[in-house]
Structures are given as C-alpha cells and as structure tokens.
C-alpha cells in the first residue's frame, strides 16, 4: 500500500483534484472515483481509520461520508459557490492520513463529523466535473458506490490483525500524498 501511494505521488504531474471529461451514468459514476489519486488515498484512509477504531464507525463513518459527499455533489452540480474545495480536498488526505498513523481514537460522532465535513468537499468537486448533460442518479450512485468500494478495501486492511502496522504506515503515505499535493497546488 505504501509503495502504491508513494508511486502513484511521484508519477503525479500535477494535483490530481480535477479530473474532468467523464461520461455520464452508473459506469462513468464508477470509474469516476478511481481516477483521482487524491480521492482513492483519502477514501482507502477513511476505510482503515473507521477499521481501526472498530465499533459502529465501521460502518457510521463510510457511511458519513458517502452521504455527505453525495450532498455535496448536488451543491456543486447546481453551481452552489463552496470556498476553498481543493485546499479542503488536499487537507483531507493530510488529516485522514494522521488519523491512520496515529490510530487516533476519538468518539464515533467526532470522527462522523470529521470525515463528514471533509466529504463534502470531495463530493462538490465530482458534483462540478459531471458534463450538464449527465444522468445524474445513475453517475451519483457510481461514484458513491465505488467510494464504499474503495471504505471496504480500507476497513479490510486495518481489521486484518497482521496488517495493522502496515495499516499505520499507510497513514504516513496518505499524509506525504497531501503534501505532494499541497506542493503542487502552490
């Protein structure tokens, strides 16, 4: 994990927050996710946070996040003005990573709302990239489904018990990813 964070960092020639040119529909939705190196590290991270943590933010805090995100994908679909979306999204890979490297361990609702206002960030993002001519339900539920994908694959890493440290370790990663990205951005 951490040799595919820190390659996808190097290969990087720009920020990866925008990446328009999507189709529309469930398939366009589904790819949609994965093609943003920002948005693969920062959900995996989400993922191995809420599997470190255990409990009900195994499920709560994905959960936030997809429905946030699909929020703030309908505010950027219709042009609704949101300061600050990329610094928010580079943030997010930073603060999603410390909290794996960390293990942070705050209440369930806490780490619900962390991971609930960073959502909606990424979500106004993949909101203003769909073409004005886009299926919306069909690409909405793509790209939510393959977030949930990308939480699972997080959440089944930080649960495997040899993995943990690895676990950590990719938390590391993730943050060097947001400072790669943050550099870039200057």
């Known amino acids: 994990m951490i040799r595919l964070l820190a390659a996808v960092a190097v ?21 949609h996710p994965l093609t943003g190196a920002d948005h693969v590290a920062a959900m995996i991270a989400v993922g191995l946070w ?21 929020g703030g ?19 997010s890979v930073m603060v999603f990573g410390l909290m794996v490297a960390l293990a942070a361990n705050v209440a369930t609702a806490t780490g619900a709302l962390i991971v609930g ?7 106004y993002a993949h909101g203003l990239e769909l073409p004005e001519s886009a299926g919306g339900a069909g690409t909405l539920a ?11 694959f997080g959440v089944i890493g930080a649960r495997a018990a040899r993995l943990q440290p690895l676990a950590r370790a990719a938390g590391l990663a993730c ?12």
Not at 15 to 30: R, V
Not at 51 to 68: N, T
Not at 142 to 152: E, Q
Not at 175 to 186: D, E, K, P, T, Y
């Open 11 to 31: 290969i990087l020639p720009t920020a990866a927050l925008a990446h328009p040119g999507h189709g529309a529909g469930l398939a366009a939705g589904l790819a």
């Open 50 to 70: 809420a599997g470190l943590k255990g409990g009900r933010a195994l499920w709560l805090w994905p959960a936030s996040f997809v429905a946030v995100m699909i």
């Open 73 to 91: 994908a309908v505010l950027g679909m219709t042009q609704v003005p949101l300061p600050h979306v990329e610094a928010m999204i580079i943030a």
């Open 117 to 123: 206002g960073f959502a909606l960030f990424h979500g």
């Open 142 to 152: 793509g790209f939510a489904l393959s977030t949930a994908a990308l939480h699972g």
């Open 175 to 186: 943050m060097a990813l947001g400072g790669v990205l943050a550099v870039q951005a200057i």
